[in-house]
């Protein structure tokens, strides 16, 4: 979590992608995470690093409707098991 005077976030990063979302509270291991926030002002520091900051429109797109062609079939497997119903359930998942 990182606290600034404008307030907390806590940054997500993926284990392989160079991206990073944010969320308000520090998620708990193995519960659903809690509601993703836009990035905050000083996040453009990721962006410089090489970072691709996702926005709360991209992580709550319907997994239905994302493009999951370039998953692996184990990938896939997992997804067919979790359900995940977002991107955002999809990309910061407790299952790997």
Do not use: K
């Not at 600034?4 to 995470?33: I, K, M, N, R, W």
């Not at 962006?47 to 370039?70: I, Q």
């Not at 998953?71 to 790997?96: C, H, I, K």
Request: hydrophobic share 45%; charged share 15%.
């Amino acid at each position: 979590m990182i606290t600034t005077p404008s307030g907390s976030s806590t940054v997500l990063c993926h284990e392989v992608l160079p991206v990073v979302a944010f969320v308000a509270s520090s998620p708990q291991a193995g519960a659903p995470l809690p509601d993703f926030t836009p990035p905050p002002a000083w996040a453009t520091a990721f962006e410089t690093g090489g970072f691709r900051l996702l926005d709360v429109d991209e992580l709550g797109m319907p997994l239905a409707s994302a493009d999951t062609s370039e998953l692996a079939e184990e990938e896939l497997e997992q997804v067919g098991y979790w359900r995940p119903s977002t991107v955002g359930e999809l990309m910061f998942n407790w299952w790997d």
